[in-house]
């Protein structure tokens, strides 16, 4: 994954902007470290900040066709770019080794038609100087980030960027490009390509439960995912869904190095080297002292035989990042705030042992309905209409914080979940499966397909007490201690009277505690252009379920409380 940043019809000469363009995408080297590039053509300019991870040694971009009349900068991975290439004519000349250099070529057989064929988690700007056309594309889920921008002075320039900071110096107007989207500058409109089977969440599904079609879907997502040329690794809670990631992935590695699986299998472009490099999985987890998350993160650890790193950090830690934290994430979302200061933490460290690449668990909790409060949903078809709300709206919360937290510190994380075909498969499941209660624990079809209990014969994949483990939200699994001292410093930071006056400072979206107060008066230090707020999307449950307005899993009713409250 990249920074990539583009401005297109200009006016005047783009060369005239060029050093402010890499000022400005200067600002994204976090995301790419290894490298920066710059293309000018005409009244466009497109930069690229790189993270190699595939095609490390020739796929510098913005990348070019052969008489450079295609520009193209792309953040992501491209999981079937072998199997893609096949699909261009004969005779097409690869410059490089990238998986996204296959973009440029098939939007020459196909046009705009190309981002229907991309598997991959991507956002990406393509210029096309011979027609003067310009394409900008988001994957489906929204699991890369990407942001437009218009300056009312400029009226016809277009901005595009993988995050808020390298836009909102220039722009007046800046949205969050919307996941599965493409733009194309010759009608001017941004179209959804991107259509699903599940996408009305009006239509109720009644697929019954297949065990073996969730198994291998997941597997087969986590496979392609470990398309690599560096050593990766696996961020591991201890919870059911970064566990579950951390057992496929541990068994497909060992696959490879056993060579019983043949590389490439399906299309999926699995690279040996990386496991040639380091070949046994490492897992990496973060807490306070005591914290639920690192107990339990140990024991599937030791159970997968994984080379396991774990760090604990202090409430001043966390406290002491919240600033940078903010100016990362971009947000002012207390849920996302508080699970981002640990996974920014985590992935400085992982960064430090030079891992560049990791697998997450996000997506599961929306797509099963693992948060608690769906335990209070007062119908099947209501929680499936909330599960795709959920996952569509993934971009504002979860993906963002996976993507920034991560790449912060230029470490990439993929998301199986969030895999195409694994969405077809699980959110057309009937959503009664999906329904949980006393005596069926959330995410319960999730559990029993990866249960192996019923053949003695099997391996299984995680032990009982993490297979069936109760959900914990991140921020909360880290330590109760966590939530309770961001409570607490706000109360401390932000008075009495400054909180009744909220309204007045904010009247758009007004914080309705203080810590959510305390947070947007970080965020407006950072982001003081008023354009920075409309990409902001706040996560809270649901209240007309009943549901307590603090997104804290230990709000809900139903929480089992960990350990006693002693950190």
């Known amino acids: ?109 196909m046009g705009a038609e190309v981002v229907k064929h991309l598997d991959g988690m991507f956002s990406w700007v ?28 400029q009226p016809g320039t277009l901005y595009f960027a993988s995050e808020l900071k390298a836009l909102n110096e220039e722009c007046d107007r800046i949205i969050a490009f919307p996941p599965g989207h493409i733009f194309d500058s010759e009608t001017g409109e941004t179209t959804r390509y991107f259509q699903p089977t599940w996408w009305d969440g009006e239509k109720i599904p009644a697929n019954p439960v297949d065990y073996k079609l969730i198994r291998e879907s997941l597997e087969k997502a986590v496979r392609k995912r470990l398309m690599s040329e560096v050593p990766y690794g696996v961020l591991l809670s201890g919870g059911l869904d970064s566990s579950l990631i951390a057992s496929i992935a541990a068994r497909e590695t060992q696959k490879m190095i056993d060579g019983t699986v043949p590389l490439n299998k399906d299309g999926d472009d699995v690279d040996e080297s990386a496991v040639a490099s380091w070949p046994r999985l490492h897992s990496f987890s973060i807490g306070l002292e005591g914290s639920p998350d690192l107990a339990a993160a140990r024991v599937a650890a030791d159970y997968l035989k994984t080379v396991h790193h774990e760090y604990t950090f202090t409430v001043q830690d966390g406290l002491d990042a919240i600033a940078d934290v903010v100016y990362h994430l971009e947000t002012y979302d207390v849920t996302t705030i508080r699970a981002s200061t640990p996974m ?16 997450s668990g996000e997506g599961a909790d929306e797509i099963f309905g693992g948060y608690l409060y769906f335990h209070a949903a007062p119908s099947a078809d209501d929680l499936h209409t909330e599960t795709v709300s959920r996952v569509k709206n993934l971009h504002y919360a979860d993906c963002l914080r996976a993507n920034k937290s991560t790449m912060a510190w230029g470490v990439e994380a993929r998301v199986p979940f969030l895999d195409k075909a694994f969405l077809e498969v699980a959110m057309n499941v009937d959503p009664k499966e999906k329904m949980s209660f006393k005596g ?53 930071k932000v008075s009495d009277e400054e909180f009744a006056k909220a309204a007045e400072r904010w009247p758009q979206d007004t914080p309705q505690t203080k810590e959510a107060y305390w947070y947007r008066e970080v965020f407006e230090l950072a982001f003081p252009q008023e354009a920075c707020t409309e990409s902001v999307v706040r996560w809270i449950p649901r209240g007309d379920w009943g549901c307590p307005a603090d997104p804290s899993g230990r709000a809900q009713k139903v929480h089992d409380s960990a350990y006693d409250k002693t950190d």
């Open 1 to 109: 994954m990249c920074g990539i940043f583009g401005v297109f019809n200009l006016p005047g000469d783009a060369n005239a902007f060029r050093q402010r363009a890499l000022f400005l995408s200067k600002k994204l080297r976090h995301r790419g470290p290894d490298w920066s590039g710059c293309t000018v053509a005409g009244n466009h300019i497109l930069c690229h900040e790189r993270l190699a991870i595939v095609g490390v040694e020739s796929g510098a971009q913005p990348l070019t066709n052969d008489d450079e009349s295609l520009i193209l900068s792309v953040n992501g991975e491209i999981y079937n770019h072998k199997a893609l290439r096949k699909l261009c004519p004969e005779g097409t000349h690869f410059k490089t080794q990238s998986d996204c250099e296959v973009i440029l070529h098939l939007y020459k057989h």
């Open 126 to 153: 393509l210029l096309d100087t011979k027609k003067n056309r310009i394409l900008a594309a988001r994957d489906p889920i929204g699991i890369t980030t990407l942001y437009q921008g218009w300056n009312s002075k």
């Open 344 to 359: 920014y933490l985590l992935s400085r460290k992982i960064k430090a042992m030079g891992v560049k690449m990791v697998l």
């Open 440 to 492: 069926k624990m959330e995410k319960h079809i999730l559990r029993k397909a990866f249960d192996t209990s019923a053949d003695p014969t099997a391996q299984p994949y995680l032990p009982d007490s993490i297979l069936w483990r109760q959900k914990e939200q991140f921020s909360d699994g880290v330590g109760y201690g966590w939530i309770d001292s961001l409570k607490d410093t706000a109360l401390a």
